[in-house]
């Protein structure tokens, strides 16, 4: 960074809540179109239901470009901070509670929920990131707290 | 990291969110920074410089 560039201003709270609602939109928009044309048959329906997600995750990436450059360095460090030491935490946890739980052959195990092979991954991935995402709010929450 | 922040703003009678708005970053940011709590990135402590007009070893004292 050239230390004579001037610095961006943080956006408010209103900037924000208004890129959230226009990302939700998009989101909205775009699982519809998968949705209705997401289950055809052959290479179509795969390459539509491919494209409708690579897009909402594209816009949902550009959000965060846009929002990352609009905060200051401090801001910053909390998130970088927060995701590393909070996320990797939340993760091990959730790694440790989510594999004991499966791999047991009993009554207690969550392998035996009637739940298909692919369900199971997509929901192993999002309770993972789930936990990565509670271990970062927490550490995020802390650095500022520290930071006062 | 030691720094004179506060008493170099105190001096010109600013606000933490006097500072903050010269230096184009967060009230809360300033706070961290004149609670010695958070040390700035280089391109930051130039800019509080140019601010106050002094050095940055002027500013930000060494402690070891």
Known sequence: MNPGSKPRRPYGIGTYLLML??????????????????????????????????????VAFA??????????????????????????GGMAAGIVLLTTLT????ETSLADVGLSVPDLIVTGMWAVLLFQLAGYSVAWAVWWLKHR | MNNRLK??????????????????????????????????????????????GQPIESIFLDTE
Not at chain 1, 35 to 58: K, Q, R, V
């Open chain 1, 21 to 58: 609602l226009g990302v939700a939109v998009v989101g909205a928009i775009v699982g519809g179109f998968a949705g209705a044309f997401g289950d055809m048959p052959g290479p179509a329906g795969l390459a539509i239901t491919a494209a409708s997600i690579t897009a909402a995750m594209a």
């Open chain 1, 63 to 88: 959000a965060c470009i846009w929002w990352w450059r609009g905060i200051d360095e401090a801001a910053r460090e909390a998130h970088k901070w927060a995701w590393w030491w909070g996320g990797s």
């Open chain 1, 103 to 106: 791999v047991r052959g009993d």
């Open chain 2, 7 to 52: 008493v170099l703003r105190a001096e010109r009678d600013w606000s933490q969110a006097d500072l903050a708005e010269r230096l184009g970053v967060s009230r809360q940011t300033v706070n961290a920074l004149e609670t010695g709590r958070y040390d700035p990135s280089l391109p930051l402590a130039f800019r509080i410089a140019r601010v106050f």
